[in-house]
């Protein structure tokens, strides 16, 4: 059965960091192309990076840029989303999630396969 499992999050501090992980099982990552999504309360659901299938291509939403870096390492079929000066608004449920199609989709329709969700809290 195919299932991803986040793991991760927490409560940290503004400027704090955390690594979230996707780990996959019952498939292997190598040929899916994985994005992070996020949803804050009252809020729509939010892609915030994503990555290719080799040679890894990479996206990032503009809010994200220059603090959040995904990677994935297909041997121990996890990928991971690092965040680093964490602000309030990065609050939110974080999902991983997977597709077969290429390149980096951003739209949540184009994943058929999500995780449970990792909350992160991000306040004084």
């Known amino acids: 059965q195919l299932q991803l499992v986040e793991s991760g999050g927490g409560l940290v501090q503004p400027g704090g960091s955390l690594r979230l992980s996707c780990a996959a099982s019952?498939?292997?990552?190598?040929?899916?192309?994985i994005g992070w999504f996020r949803q804050a309360p009252g809020k729509e659901r939010e892609g915030v990076s994503c990555?290719?299938?080799?040679?890894?291509?990479?996206y990032y939403t503009d809010s994200v840029k220059g603090r959040f870096t995904i990677s994935r390492d297909n041997t121990k079929n996890t990928v991971y989303l690092q965040m680093n000066n964490l602000k309030p608004e990065d609050t939110a449920v974080y999902y991983c999630?997977?597709?077969?199609?290429?390149?980096?989709?951003?739209?949540?329709?184009?994943?058929?396969?999500w995780g449970q969700g990792t909350q992160v809290t991000v306040s004084s």
């Open positions: 999630a997977a597709t077969l199609r290429a390149g980096v989709p951003v739209r949540s329709d184009r994943y058929p396969y």
């Open positions: 019952g498939f292997t990552l190598d040929y899916y192309s």
């Open positions: 990555i290719s299938s080799t040679p890894g291509s990479t």
